[in-house]
């Protein structure tokens, strides 16, 4: 099945479906800036550990041990099952489980040195607190004080986004590159639920021209291939956070006329 969305599709946000669509992107993201780099880079893909809070859906099976009951009468050796009523719900639980991720990094092939960091934003990084948004924001900061280019690609409605010096402006997702020779000022890429997905420039060293990321088309190859249509109910609404009145009443308009409701 195509993606049935122009841009990014929301259903791929949900939080135990996250970590594939992130880790497919992160590749295909890399072998298409890969295609372009000439022998002078090369593009890696750096691996890290988050904790994430995944929600963990009941397995099919479920196993209800019997109660012995015992009776005063030593010669009456059977057992009773005791009958539980009501009969209780089953519902999914909330885990806190390590959770790989990555990122990518376009080096120099001789010196090793990085020139480029592109940051798939993952729940950790904009997860508020000390070990969510806070480390992630020092160590955009560091970054900022060195040499190096960073581009960041929020594909999450949700949690704390990263810092600018002036609020943006309402949006579902977001783009920002940080060229390191024109810092403070960074290029923002705000993104409707109904836009496509920009084609965005990735900076080299200089003199080298950007390569160009279209990250369209590579959400669409990564959907494709992964039938992650199998995994999504799209009668039902997208993951948390609630859509605003005019993008819910869109998005359903949309997947109705594409069928899907």
């Known amino acids: 099945m195509e993606l049935p969305f122009p841009g990014m599709d929301p259903y791929l946000e949900q939080p135990a479906l996250w970590p594939d669509v992130h880790t497919a992107l992160i590749a295909a993201m890399r072998d298409a800036i890969q295609e372009q780099l000439g ?22 099976q479920a196993f209800v041990p019997d109660i012995g009951v015992l009776r005063d009468d030593p010669a009456d050796t059977g057992t009773a099952t005791a009958t539980i009523t009501p009969a209780p719900l089953t ?44 480390a992630y924001e020092k160590k955009r900061q560091e970054l900022f004080a060195s040499s190096v280019h960073l581009l960041e690609i929020d594909l999450l409605r949700g949690g704390v986004r990263p810092q600018l010096a002036r609020p943006l402006p309402p949006t579902a997702y977001c783009v920002f590159l940080s060229r390191a020779y024109r810092r403070p000022l960074v290029d923002v890429w705000p ?34 291939r992964a039938h992650y249509e199998r995994l999504i109910d799209y009668r039902a609404d997208p993951p948390p956070p609630p859509l605003a009145p005019d993008e ?3 998005l359903d308009q949309h997947l109705r006329a594409m069928g899907l409701r």
């Open 39 to 60: 022998p002078a880079y090369i593009a890696l893909i750096t691996p890290y550990i988050a904790l994430e809070s995944i929600e963990i859906a009941p397995t099919r």
């Open 191 to 224: 993104i409707a639920l109904s836009d496509p997905l920009p084609v965005l420039p990735v900076p080299l060293s200089y003199p080298d021209p950007d390569v160009a990321l279209d990250l369209g088309a590579v959400l669409r190859q990564v959907y494709r």
């Open 248 to 250: 819910a009443a869109w």
């Open 91 to 134: 519902l999914p639980v909330q885990m806190t489980v390590p959770t790989r991720y990555a990122r990518i990094e376009i080096r120099a092939v001789v010196q090793q040195t990085l020139i480029t960091a592109i940051e798939l934003l993952s729940p950790a990084n904009k997860r508020p607190g000390l070990d969510g948004a806070d």
